[in-house]
């Protein structure tokens, strides 16, 4: 069984239908890729399965659970947490304190002690600036900290938006390396990039969307290998 299935999702903007039937699935362990241009519908898909943005049609179902009607809080209750496309961190907030804010389902004090331990040593940046407002972190320390916060609750999934945008080539291949890494430790990971050749390379399986549809889906090398990808998203 999938841990996240998505089955005929539809979403309109007003008269515009931005989501036309929209079908995928996730299972344990794997990382998954969705490309696509910009305009794609990928933050749309994204948003509209946490329930951030209304669903016309469609059922999304994660480990069991139908949580098409399911408010955020709850999802995240569930095992299910989001970094947003522009990472969306409280900017007025300390480091740590947004921290403290990605664990708010975390009841056991000494377990949120360990786990901004863990934060801190994945991003030892973090650690240096912890008392530093977030607001006047650069982009990829921005970035760190969306993520981080992110895991502070122990997601089953984690969905990254764009996790690279904005960034230095240099943070870029880092970034790719640290979401590896998190899925080597178990957590699953539904990737949307505009950056197709690194997300190819990483993903265990790929869904390739234009114009609001799926329109290709394969291994991740098999994508990479796709005539029609290469010309589309990979520069040749």
Do not use: W
Request: hydrophobic share 40%; net charge neutral; charged share 20%.
């Amino acid at each position: 069984m999938a841990m996240l299935e998505v089955k005929n999702l539809e979403v309109y903007y007003g008269v515009i239908c931005a989501l036309k039937g929209i079908s995928f699935e996730v299972n344990e362990g794997e990382i998954v890729s969705l490309i696509g241009a910009n305009g794609a519908g990928k933050t749309t898909m994204m948003q509209s399965i946490v329930g951030l943005i209304p669903k016309k049609n469609g059922e999304v179902t994660f480990n069991g659970h139908d949580i098409s009607r399911t408010p955020c809080h709850k999802i995240v209750k569930l095992g299910m947490t989001q970094v947003p496309e522009g990472r969306r961190i409280f900017q007025e907030l300390t480091v740590y304190e947004n921290l403290l804010m990605g664990a708010y389902t975390i009841r056991d004090q000494q377990r949120f002690k360990t786990d901004l331990e863990a934060a801190f040593d994945r991003f030892p940046r973090l650690a240096e600036r912890r008392n530093q407002i977030a607001g006047t972190l650069s982009g990829g320390e921005q970035q760190m900290l969306a993520m981080s916060r992110a895991l502070m609750c122990h997601p089953k999934l984690l969905m990254l938006d764009e996790p690279s945008m904005g960034l230095s080539p240099l943070l870029v291949d880092q970034v790719f390396e640290i979401i590896k890494e998190i899925n080597r430790e178990g957590t699953t990971i539904l990737l949307v990039e505009q950056n197709a050749g690194k997300s190819l390379a990483i993903s265990d399986r790929a869904y390739v969307m234009e114009n609001g549809s799926i329109v290709l889906s394969g291994t991740g090398a098999e994508l990479a290998s796709s005539e029609k990808v290469r010309k589309a998203y990979l520069g040749g």
